[in-house]
């Protein structure tokens, strides 16, 4: 988390990874607590209470299957808790869960990879700001290279 302008931000974050043989675990879990803190005259309404548009919890867990050198499948799923819209903190937007997976396959020795994608899996209407939806089940498909410029074996 970061300080910016009059509001203080603390928190803390844990980010935890853990392979084991086909499969990996990847976690990383935020909580920040946000004050406003600027004294002046007409900022004394808005102080001590919630900085806008900053949730307390992100949560974003990743479960990874490569059962093939060519192919990977992920399972993804982010969270985020309410979060206040203005200083005053009277409104807030609830906070949303959303459950995405994707299919990679690498050609050429690792050096491109298509990736299929399906996000919001579940069709859940979520909010960024209030009123104004995200979009609901979306799908990606990507064509993505990564050729080396110093070392070619590295990737074979």
Not at 12 to 36: C, H, P, V
């Amino acid at each position: 988390p970061k300080n910016m302008g009059n509001i203080h931000i603390g928190g803390a974050e844990l980010d935890a990874g853990y392979r084991w043989r086909l499969f990996e675990f990847k976690n990383q879990f935020t909580y920040m607590r946000s004050e406003i803190f600027k004294f002046e005259k007409y900022w004394g309404i808005y102080q001590r209470n919630d900085g806008a548009y900053l949730p307390r919890v992100k949560n974003s867990l990743l479960l990874s299957c490569n059962p093939y050198k060519w192919i990977d499948f992920t399972y993804g799923w982010n969270y985020r808790s309410y979060y206040y819209v203005g200083n005053y903190n009277l409104a807030f937007v609830p906070g949303r869960s959303q459950h995405d997976i994707s299919v990679s396959l690498f050609f050429w020795k690792r050096l491109a990879r298509l990736t299929g994608e399906v996000k919001n899996i579940l069709n859940v209407t979520n909010y960024d700001i209030v009123t104004y939806p995200l979009p609901g089940r979306a799908f990606y498909l990507t064509l993505s290279s990564n050729f080396p410029l110093n070392n070619p074996k590295e990737h074979q």
